[in-house]
């Protein structure tokens, strides 16, 4: 028998209607105080900004964490409430999105909960009902525990949105180590598919040095990686064995097949950066690296990956014509 089999065992199981934002607040602070393990909670997009903006509530739940305590919530994150999840993910919340969610409950470890009523920040909570009967608990907690496995992780979602309002822009940047930083951020960024272009073979061996390959090599499973880059018969062997993963695909084009010194990095089709090579034969990767230009702008991306892709699709021809 388990402690949660214990309690309800060992405590009378009641169900209760409170009335009052202070009897409510105080309700609350109470179970928290007496948490030993757990704590998921489940709002609409309006309780992010109830939990911020009441100072004792967030303070509490801040000592929870502090504690120990592992604290999940399920709610709505949009364009309005982005910036309170950000606060709540820093406060050390776990947080997940669950697009057009309505209902707010909480439930303490397992073994009590709670219901309220949130229309929107301004008007404080005026009814709450509470229980602690064992079969309605463990229905909710299994509804909770569902939605939980189905929703976006919090930080994915707040980089849509964030991506969603960012204006448009084009930046030439002059200062190598910003341009690498660049570089290596949109990569450890990549949801769908990182495509990268290499104008030289030295390009290529500066960024095994750099670190941008053991980059892609981490990224997530579910991200797609094309490499292009030089034909040279005598390290395509060396470098395919440095990619046995099946997401990650190399082809060769021919030098005459590209006329610049422009290596290319497009990451889900949302962000380009083209940064010239004004010296190839430097080992040094931040003596090489020229004037870049950075850009999501629709416009912009839509041309480095229209070009990627017509090399690409000329780099498979050659190989097949190559193998004949």
């Given at each position: 028998m388990d402690l949660i089999d214990l309690f309800f065992l060992s405590t009378p199981e009641t169900t209760e209607v409170m009335y009052g934002a202070d009897?409510?607040?105080d309700k609350t602070l109470k179970a928290f105080q007496e948490l030993k393990y757990c704590m998921d909670g489940c709002w609409d997009s309006a309780g992010p900004s109830m939990v911020i903006a009441t100072e004792p509530i967030r303070k509490a739940l801040k000592e929870l964490v502090k504690r120990g305590i592992n604290t999940r919530?399920?709610?709505?994150?949009?364009?309005?409430n982005f910036s309170y999840c950000k606060m709540m993910a820093e406060d050390g919340h776990h947080l997940r999105h669950l697009a057009g969610i309505k209902s707010n409950f909480s439930i303490t470890d397992r073994l009590e909960?709670?219901?309220t009523i949130i229309t929107r920040q301004e008007r404080p909570i005026k009814e709450a009902i509470v229980s602690n009967v064992k079969t309605f608990v463990e229905g909710q907690q299994f509804l909770f525990d569902t939605l939980w496995s189905s929703a976006l992780?919090?930080?994915e979602r707040i980089r849509e949105i964030e991506e969603e309002l960012r204006p448009g822009f084009t930046e030439?940047?002059?200062d190598p180590y910003e341009i690498e930083k660049i570089a290596f951020d949109l990569v450890k960024s990549a949801k769908e598919e990182v495509m990268v272009l290499f104008s030289t073979v030295n390009a290529f061996k500066r960024q095994e040095r750099s670190g941008l390959i053991r980059l892609l090599q981490e990224t997530n499973s579910?991200?797609?990686i094309r490499i292009l880059m030089p034909a040279a018969l005598q390290l395509e062997k060396t470098i395919k064995d440095k990619f046995d993963d099946q997401r990650i695909?190399?082809?060769?084009?021919l030098d005459s097949s590209l006329q610049n010194n422009l290596s290319k990095l497009v990451v889900d089709k949302k962000f380009s950066l083209v940064v010239e090579i004004k010296d190839d034969t430097e080992d040094n990767p931040y003596e090489t690296i020229g004037m870049a230009t950075y850009s999501n702008e629709e416009s912009v991306v839509l041309i480095h990956d229209s070009m990627f892709e017509m090399l690409w699709i000329q780099t498979e021809l050659y190989q097949t014509n190559r193998t004949k």
């Amino acid at each position: 028998m388990d402690l949660i089999d214990l309690f309800f065992l060992s405590t009378p199981e009641t169900t209760e209607v409170m009335y009052g934002a202070d009897n409510i607040i105080d309700k609350t602070l109470k179970a928290f105080q007496e948490l030993k393990y757990c704590m998921d909670g489940c709002w609409d997009s309006a309780g992010p900004s109830m939990v911020i903006a009441t100072e004792p509530i967030r303070k509490a739940l801040k000592e929870l964490v502090k504690r120990g305590i592992n604290t999940r919530y399920l709610t709505d994150i949009n364009k309005d409430n982005f910036s309170y999840c950000k606060m709540m993910a820093e406060d050390g919340h776990h947080l997940r999105h669950l697009a057009g969610i309505k209902s707010n409950f909480s439930i303490t470890d397992r073994l009590e909960y709670q219901a309220t009523i949130i229309t929107r920040q301004e008007r404080p909570i005026k009814e709450a009902i509470v229980s602690n009967v064992k079969t309605f608990v463990e229905g909710q907690q299994f509804l909770f525990d569902t939605l939980w496995s189905s929703a976006l992780p919090a930080e994915e979602r707040i980089r849509e949105i964030e991506e969603e309002l960012r204006p448009g822009f084009t930046e030439r940047i002059s200062d190598p180590y910003e341009i690498e930083k660049i570089a290596f951020d949109l990569v450890k960024s990549a949801k769908e598919e990182v495509m990268v272009l290499f104008s030289t073979v030295n390009a290529f061996k500066r960024q095994e040095r750099s670190g941008l390959i053991r980059l892609l090599q981490e990224t997530n499973s579910t991200v797609t990686i094309r490499i292009l880059m030089p034909a040279a018969l005598q390290l395509e062997k060396t470098i395919k064995d440095k990619f046995d993963d099946q997401r990650i695909k190399v082809q060769y084009f021919l030098d005459s097949s590209l006329q610049n010194n422009l290596s290319k990095l497009v990451v889900d089709k949302k962000f380009s950066l083209v940064v010239e090579i004004k010296d190839d034969t430097e080992d040094n990767p931040y003596e090489t690296i020229g004037m870049a230009t950075y850009s999501n702008e629709e416009s912009v991306v839509l041309i480095h990956d229209s070009m990627f892709e017509m090399l690409w699709i000329q780099t498979e021809l050659y190989q097949t014509n190559r193998t004949k």
